[in-house]
């Protein structure tokens, strides 16, 4: 990795961290209002009481900014779209389990999804993961690991 691509990638994590501050304290009223805050089991422990009705769902926030981020990216260095649609499918992909727990847990107040449907959906975005990294990069049979 070039000094040119360092910079670059540390300028789209400053854009990601910055849209996120901008962002998230508009986003927690947001879900104030709609009510979508944290449910506490009674027969927890006393301690965990205070966190009764804090929101939920603020992952959003980190979300749309790495996306943001991320189509910047694509714009300024057309030459890699492959690679940051690979990103862009990653990132909604499991972040689509992480919605849809939180929306069990504040929907339908239970504990959310459970273990063996979520490992079913990792398993399955990551399928698909390796089939478009398989026919975006037809000769790829290697795995790079940096610093190794």
């Known amino acids: 990795?070039?000094?040119?691509?360092?910079v670059f990638a540390m300028s789209l994590l400053l854009v990601a961290f910055f849209l996120t501050v901008l962002m998230l304290p508009r986003l927690i009223k947001y879900l104030h209002v709609l009510k979508f805050g944290q449910a506490i089991r009674e027969e927890g422990p006393q301690s965990h009481m205070y966190k009764?009705?804090?929101p939920t769902m603020g992952g959003i926030s980190f979300i749309v900014s790495?996306?943001?981020s991320l189509i910047?990216?694509?714009i300024l260095d057309s030459g890699?779209?492959?690679y940051y649609i690979l990103f862009i499918y990653t990132?909604?992909?499991f972040s689509v389990i992480g919605y849809i727990d939180d929306m069990l847990?504040?929907?339908k107040k239970n504990d959310g999804?459970?273990?063996r449907k979520k490992l079913m959906l990792q398993i399955l975005f990551s399928v698909i993961f390796y089939i478009l990294v398989t026919y975006i990069y037809k000769d790829i049979n290697y795995i790079h690991i940096p610093g190794i």
């Open 1 to 6: 990795m070039s000094n040119s691509d360092t």
């Open 52 to 54: 009764k009705g804090t």
């Open 66 to 68: 790495i996306v943001i």
């Open 72 to 74: 910047v990216a694509m």
């Open 80 to 82: 890699n779209i492959q």
């Open 91 to 93: 990132t909604i992909s």
């Open 105 to 107: 847990i504040v929907v």
């Open 113 to 115: 999804l459970a273990p």
